[in-house]
Nanobody, 116 residues
Framework: QVQLVESGGGLVQPGGSLRLSCASS????????MGWYRQAPGKQRELVAT???????NYADSVKDRFTISRDNAKNTVYLQMNSLKPEDTAVYYC??????????WGQGTQVTVSS
């Protein structure tokens, strides 16, 4: 089992920044990739960004050049730096851990609201 705990969400004005953190614990040795997904009201959950064990990254087109995913292996933590936030970035953001066995683990989610 893998436990994921997100933090760092909140209310921010358009154009502002936030940094999300996701701390992992448990059976983390076989995690291949970690990522962030988001779900806005009335919409399906969508990929935001992922990072593999070798630090290869992938981003949704809507967040490229604004968001940066990174990881600190010593702290077993993944970060999502979000800059130039827009109202359409408002959503619950979920941390994900993916194993090569096909297992996926999810955090409880953290709310990000972009509004003036």
């Amino acid at each position: 089992q893998v436990q994921l705990v997100e933090s760092g969400g909140g209310l921010v004005q358009p154009g502002g920044s936030l940094r999300l953190s996701c701390a992992s614990s448990g059976s983390i040795f076989s995690i291949y990739a970690m990522g962030w997904y988001r779900q806005a009201p009335g919409k399906q959950r969508e990929l935001v960004a992922t990072i593999t064990r070798s630090r290869s990254t992938n981003y949704a087109d809507s967040v490229k050049d604004r968001f940066t995913i990174s990881r600190d292996n010593a702290k077993n933590t993944v970060y999502l730096q979000m800059n130039s936030l827009k109202p359409e970035d408002t959503a619950v953001y979920y941390c994900n851990a993916h194993k090569l066995t096909g297992s996926d683990y999810w955090g409880q989610g953290t709310q990000v609201t972009v509004s003036s």
